[in-house]
């Protein structure tokens, strides 16, 4: 009875040591604000790509995306393997149950010559306790809880997966809306080149031009083509991205949708004030679990010094024969008790795992701190292009106009006789040039938007995530 009274006690007081050092996460190396006007700022509610995509075309292509895209499938898989070793570093804490059974039968003789002299039976079963560690100093504890920690990093690594690809398949389908209009803008000026060439021909055979100037026109229409051939390819280049990044053949007639104008992300993102909104960022999430998973580990380690004791034990019954056995004529017995391992010498092992768990959360915690960095310069970079990209574009379709206006004043002038073909050149690539930049912040603006939504999404699909363990 007193045995059982002291058994009772030792596993009461299992697990009661804990040897892993204090979480300490240290306040966030940024600033407490985002630098947004405090008066226009916004709630923290969670982002999510819904709340920035409009186009119809685009929102289906990522809807399919996030079911087929392969980096995502290879992102789930990790998941499911760090909660199968959450389960294994789980099962450490219970005890491990055996059975066994055996029959036997023998004789002896004196020689190879001789029948047997007599003859043995033995028949036995049982039920065994195989070295139930009792967790004195936390070492299966602190496994388990880094192996918890490291599933719920890998489930916020799912999150940022996610949050990415989207971020990727909208960069895609803007840079093939703007390649698209490059093209356009390409094409067009081959034509109004090519008429300008056939002018200047029949000038020059009325004597009102020279050869320079026809070879100046031929060479602006060679120009011209070789762009349109270069943004044709990149529209191709952009339909394959859009093809990999959905992980499955894109919709008939898609590429016909992606258009600049009229934009297909919402022109603004709401953004709150308090940088403590870049916390709930998953990949934010996830290095801070990582760093939970690194100061558990070093709490596992530590318990490595001190000794392993465990409880084995076993029951059943032996007979003469398997008829006794079975008729219940066996002899039971049973056996039960602690065994103690403690380590004395290793060759430095325990020391060296230890000073490996140790650099590993100063890692973790680096690197944590890097992420918050990262993330506040991500933001404030994307709310410095917000709080400019509007006076850009107003300057910008202003000189598309001013140009535009200046390159028929030019060929006007040149068909009057009053300039020469190189007016019109010069006028002809500042209205390229004013409309490649205007396309460009149209771009830049669209960008800005995923960098914002990237920088600030903290969007959970429940009926994504893998179910807590």
Same mark, same amino acid.
């Given at each position: 009875?007193?045995?059982?009274?002291?058994?009772?006690?030792?596993?009461?007081?299992?697990?009661?040591?804990?040897?892993?050092?204090?979480?300490?996460?240290?306040?966030?190396?940024?600033?407490?604000?985002?630098?947004?006007?405090?008066?226009?700022?916004?709630?923290?509610?969670?982002?999510?790509?819904?709340?920035?995509?409009?186009?119809?075309?685009?929102?289906?292509?990522?809807?399919? &995306?996030?079911?087929?895209?392969?980096?995502?499938?290879?992102?789930?898989?990790?998941?499911?393997?760090?909660?199968?070793?959450?389960?294994?570093?789980?099962?450490?804490?219970?005890?491990?149950?055996?059975?066994?059974?055996?029959?036997?039968?023998?004789?002896?003789?004196?020689?190879?010559?001789?029948?047997?002299?007599?003859?043995?039976?033995?028949?036995? &079963?049982?039920?065994?306790?195989?070295?139930?560690?009792?967790?004195?100093? /936390?070492?299966?504890?602190?496994? =388990?809880?880094?192996?918890?920690?490291?599933?719920?990093?890998?489930?916020?690594?799912?999150?940022?997966?996610?949050?990415?690809?989207?971020?990727?398949?909208?960069?895609?389908?803007?840079?093939?809306?703007?390649?698209?209009?490059?093209?356009?803008?390409?094409?067009?000026?081959?034509?109004?080149?090519?008429?300008?060439?056939?002018?200047?021909?029949?000038?020059?055979?009325?004597?009102?031009?020279?050869?320079?100037?026809?070879?100046?026109?031929?060479?602006?229409?060679?120009?011209?083509?070789? =762009? &349109?051939? =270069?943004?044709?390819?990149?529209?191709?280049? +952009?339909?394959?991205?859009?093809?990999?990044?959905?992980?499955?053949?894109?919709?008939?007639?898609?590429? !016909?949708? *992606?258009?600049?104008?009229?934009?297909?992300?919402?022109?603004?993102?709401?953004? /709150?004030?308090?940088?403590? %909104?870049?916390?709930?960022?998953?990949?934010?999430?996830?290095?801070?679990? =990582?760093?939970?998973? &690194?100061?558990?580990?070093?709490?596992?380690?530590?318990?490595?010094?001190?000794?392993?004791?465990?409880?084995?034990?076993?029951?059943?019954?032996?007979?003469?024969?398997?008829?006794?056995?079975?008729?219940? +004529?066996?002899?039971?017995?049973?056996?039960?008790?602690?065994?103690?391992?403690?380590? %004395? @010498? +290793?060759?430095?092992?325990?020391?060296?795992?230890?000073?490996?768990?140790?650099?590993?959360?100063?890692?973790?915690?680096?690197?944590?701190?890097?992420?918050?960095?990262?993330? @506040?310069?991500?933001?404030?970079?994307?709310?410095?292009?917000?709080?400019? $990209?509007?006076?850009?574009?107003?300057?910008?379709?202003?000189? *598309?106009?001013?140009?535009?206006?200046?390159?028929?004043?030019?060929?006007?002038?040149?068909?009057?006789? $009053?300039?020469?073909?190189?007016?019109?050149?010069?006028?002809?690539?500042?209205?390229?040039?004013?409309?490649?930049?205007?396309?460009?912040?149209?771009?830049?603006?669209?960008?800005?938007?995923?960098?914002?939504?990237?920088?600030? !999404?903290?969007?959970?699909?429940?009926?994504?995530?893998?179910?807590?363990?």
């Amino acid at each position: 009875m007193r045995t059982a009274v002291l058994s009772v006690s030792v596993l009461a007081l299992a697990g009661c040591v804990n040897l892993a050092p204090d979480y300490k996460r240290g306040a966030p190396s940024m600033p407490a604000q985002l630098p947004v006007d405090p008066a226009a700022s916004s709630g923290s509610a969670a982002l999510h790509w819904e709340d920035i995509v409009v186009a119809a075309p685009l929102r289906e292509l990522i809807a399919v &995306a996030l079911i087929e895209n392969r980096d995502l499938q290879v992102v789930a898989a990790n998941v499911r393997v760090a909660r199968a070793k959450l389960g294994l570093a789980r099962s450490g804490l219970f005890p491990r149950f055996g059975a066994d059974a055996s029959v036997e039968e023998g004789g002896t003789f004196e020689s190879s010559a001789s029948p047997p002299q007599s003859f043995s039976d033995n028949a036995s &079963a049982g039920l065994s306790v195989t070295a139930w560690e009792l967790d004195f100093f /936390g070492r299966i504890a602190n496994n =388990q809880a880094a192996a918890r920690e490291s599933y719920f990093a890998s489930e916020e690594g799912q999150r940022a997966a996610r949050i990415a690809l989207v971020a990727s398949i909208c960069e895609a389908w803007l840079q093939l809306a703007a390649d698209k209009e490059l093209l356009a803008l390409a094409e067009e000026t081959v034509r109004s080149q090519s008429e300008s060439f056939d002018l200047t021909r029949e000038l020059l055979d009325a004597g009102a031009a020279n050869e320079l100037d026809v070879r100046r026109a031929s060479a602006s229409v060679q120009t011209a083509r070789a =762009q &349109a051939a =270069q943004f044709e390819a990149r529209v191709r280049q +952009d339909l394959n991205l859009l093809r990999f990044l959905a992980g499955a053949d894109l919709p008939e007639g898609i590429a !016909g949708s *992606a258009v600049l104008s009229p934009t297909p992300l919402v022109s603004k993102i709401p953004v /709150g004030a308090s940088s403590e %909104i870049l916390l709930a960022r998953p990949d934010l999430m996830a290095a801070e679990r =990582q760093l939970r998973a &690194a100061n558990a580990s070093i709490g596992a380690a530590r318990a490595a010094y001190f000794p392993s004791i465990s409880l084995i034990g076993s029951a059943g019954y032996v007979s003469a024969d398997l008829s006794g056995l079975v008729g219940g +004529d066996g002899t039971g017995g049973w056996r039960f008790g602690p065994s103690l391992s403690l380590p %004395i @010498f +290793d060759g430095g092992a325990r020391r060296s795992n230890l000073a490996s768990t140790l650099a590993a959360r100063d890692a973790a915690l680096a690197s944590y701190e890097r992420s918050i960095q990262s993330a @506040f310069r991500e933001t404030a970079d994307a709310l410095a292009v917000a709080a400019t $990209i509007d006076a850009r574009l107003s300057a910008l379709q202003q000189l *598309a106009e001013d140009t535009d206006i200046t390159l028929s004043l030019s060929e006007e002038r040149f068909k009057a006789g $009053i300039d020469d073909y190189l007016a019109v050149l010069d006028a002809q690539r500042e209205y390229y040039s004013g409309r490649q930049q205007l396309i460009a912040a149209q771009l830049d603006r669209g960008r800005n938007t995923v960098a914002l939504f990237r920088a600030l !999404g903290n969007w959970s699909d429940t009926s994504q995530a893998p179910e807590a363990p």
